[in-house]
Each structure stands twice: as C-alpha cells, then as structure tokens.
Nanobody, 121 residues
Framework: QVQLVESGGGLVQPGGSLRLSCAASGRIFRINAMDWYRQGPGKERELVAGITSGGTTNYADSAKGRFTVFRDNAKNTWYLQMNSLKPEDTAVYYC???????????????WGQGTQVTVSS
C-alpha cells in the first residue's frame, strides 16, 4: 500500500515563508506527476503547483513568482517552497501523486492527509 505523508504546515505572518514536504512510501515502482492542491475555507480544492517525472513544473497564476515546487527522486519526496505568503494563501494543502506500484502496470492516484497553512498577523 502506498502512503503519502505531508509535513511543514503551520502559522506564519504575511510575507513569511513555509516549506511543505510530501513523502511517498510503500511498494513504489515509479512516481509520475506530483502535485500540490489547496482548499481554502468555503472554497473548492484547487491545483497550486505540479512537477512531472521529467521535472517540468506548472503553477497556478496565484502561485507564480512566489511558490516553487521541486522533488528529490532518491527520497520519493517533493516539496512546495512558499514565499511572500498572503492571508489568501490560508488553506489546507494536499499533496497528490500518480504512482505505479511495484508489480503493477496502471498508475493510481494518491492523496496526502493534508496540512493546514494559516497566514495571519
């Protein structure tokens, strides 16, 4: 069974920074795309940033220039570095990955448990 475990959320003042991490464990053959989503109060879950197995990244307009997604393939871990945080970034952040398990052919979609990020003075 594959699991995604997130860490790094917390309370930060406007303009501050946080780094989220997501570690995948289990019988993993290959991790394809890795993404970060968030869901703010009363809002739908939205894609924040993503990175493919080849290292190609994409960002929501709200994240461009402030957030950076990167991965450590050796550790099956990916990160979201968030700088210049704003109150509107307050949300539960979820990592997501498409993973092919060892012995399988088809990839499955996995979610982390979510981590709260609160930006407030």
């Amino acid at each position: 069974q594959v699991q995604l475990v997130e860490s790094g959320g917390g309370l930060v003042q406007p303009g501050g920074s946080l780094r989220l991490s997501c570690a995948a464990s289990g019988r993993i053959f290959r991790i394809n795309a890795m993404d970060w989503y968030r869901q703010g109060p009363g809002k739908e879950r939205e894609l924040v940033a993503g990175i493919t197995s080849g290292g190609t990244t994409n960002y929501a307009d709200s994240a461009k220039g402030r957030f950076t997604v990167f991965r450590d393939n050796a550790k099956n871990t990916w990160y979201l570095q968030m700088n210049s945080l704003k109150p509107e970034d307050t949300a539960v952040y979820y990592c997501n990955a498409r993973i092919i398990e060892a012995g399988r052919i088809v990839e499955n979609n996995y979610w982390g448990q979510g981590t709260q990020v609160t930006v407030s003075s």
